[in-house]
């Protein structure tokens, strides 16, 4: 009796140099090696959000920024002294709006990561890296076809995915070559 083993299946190769030794995106996310290099963060889905643990804390330490300046305040009544009243008074009030607004902005910014979280996960999961030439493709050409460094992956995926406001200056100065994408939609930052 004989067993038969099927033919392994060759992975997918790079349409630019032919190497065989390319890694999925998402695995080289995972690497924390290539966290150290630097390649986790170009080849990033989303920009970091906080977390509602992290607002949470914002407003705990606001209220007792804030706080202090109330006890500043109360001290400066009690004591008969003007200028600890209105000090006080004038630091509770801006830290209790400097809070909120902080909070606020929080807020906005995870539900604008939450909103594109889709479409940039549409963009990135297929993807494949090429540590040979340095490039990023996807094997079948969806959902879009040719090249892009990770520099200009990470470009297409967050305006695609509407975070093109986030991406740091490296990254906005980025050209991207005419990228035809195979999902229709996009962003309100499309390239």
Avoid: N
């Amino acid at each position: 009796m004989t067993t038969e083993s099927a033919p392994e299946e060759a992975g997918p190769m790079c349409p630019g140099c032919g190497s065989s030794g390319v890694r999925e995106v998402t695995e080289i996310c995972d690497d924390h090696a290539a966290g150290r290099a630097g390649l986790a963060d170009r080849l990033a889905r989303t920009p970091g959000a906080p977390t509602r643990f992290d607002c949470g804390l914002h407003v705990v330490e606001g209220m007792v920024m804030a706080g202090i300046g109330v006890a500043l305040a109360h001290h400066g009544i009690t004591r008969d002294k003007p200028l600890y009243a209105i000090g006080g008074s004038l630091l509770a009030l801006l830290l209790f709006v400097g809070t909120l607004l902080v909070v606020r902005g929080e807020v906005r910014q995870r539900a604008v990561v939450a909103a594109g979280e889709h479409r940039a996960e549409a963009l990135w999961r297929p993807a494949y890296h090429c540590s040979s030439c340095a490039s990023v493709f996807c094997p079948d050409g969806t959902p879009w076809q040719g090249l892009l460094t990770p520099e200009q992956f990470k470009k297409y995926v967050w305006t695609e995915a509407g975070y093109g406001e986030q991406l740091e200056g490296r990254f906005k100065d980025v050209d991207l070559p005419p990228v035809t994408p195979a999902v229709p939609g996009g962003g309100r930052d499309h390239a």
